[in-house]
């Protein structure tokens, strides 16, 4: 059947349409890209602007229309940071469904981190062994690691590029004392998470002494194998 | 890092694979590469082709009835 995923991010808003088949690879058949910047389009209060709400229903609304010219069967809508941050989410939600018909299910961060974590778990097999993956996305970054297809530990944390870049990098090229501030405010973020809760931190001492040479015959044994899915990626 | 730093956004957008849509964003992301990658103490890493979308995509054929 051809399936399509309606990804409303905080930079952009995908259509991506797949060929799938239970028990097949999907594959990509079409992809349309818009540039919305969501993240970018939020008012001081945090909430999505009158202007970017309209061209966000517009965009909505032409990927919609692009997916049945596509033949798309069924179309998976789903919003990121940008929508699940978004003071006024309730009310964009209500004007995407009631001028498309589209009803946008916002993940939770947890539930991205998940999902992303079993895309790279399905492209990089189980031999892969123990994986560790990165996404930095426009508005948030997700953290997730383990062995199974379920991550042991599933995190997404508000420090996307674009969010990022929005309230910390103002002018170009940046300024010095920005970046350093940025910097620090990023690694603590990261620290603060991982740092309070030892129960589920990631066993960082043993990352890389567990990582192994390819050509190592003690390759065969799971491994951990940091993964990164960059925004700039997909 | 520091050459990134000190770069334009227009100058980013000249490096090979950057485009110009994401290359304001470029060094917000990769203070955010580099500072999970040393506190997790990660030496290297490998590009997914595969994210989100596709996750969303597998979890929903999963629960397809099988042929």
Known sequence: MRLGVLDVGSNTVHLLVVDAHPGARPLPAHSHKADLRLAQLLDPAGAIGPDGVDRLVATVRDAVEAAEDKGVEEVLPFATSAVREATNADDVLARVREETGVDLKVLSGEEEAKLTFLAARRWFGWSAGKLFLLDIGGGSLEVAYGMDEEPDCAVSLPLGAGRLTAAWLPTDPPDPSDVKALRRHVRAQIAARWGSSPASAPPTTSWPRRRRSSSSPASREPHARPTVSTYSAN | ?67
């Not at chain 2, 000249?14 to 203070?31: D, F, M, N």
């Not at chain 2, 997790?40 to 082709?49: K, N, T």
Request: proline content about 6%; glycine content about 12%; aromatic content about 2%.
């Open chain 2, 1 to 67: 890092m520091p050459q990134l730093a000190a770069m334009t956004t227009r100058e980013r957008a000249e490096l090979p694979g950057v485009s110009e849509g994401r290359a304001g964003q470029l060094l917000a992301g990769a203070l955010v590469a580099e500072g999970a990658m040393d506190l997790f103490g990660i030496e290297s890493v490998e590009i997914c082709p595969w994210a989100l979308r596709e996750g969303v995509i597998l979890r929903r054929l999963d629960h397809l009835p099988g042929v």
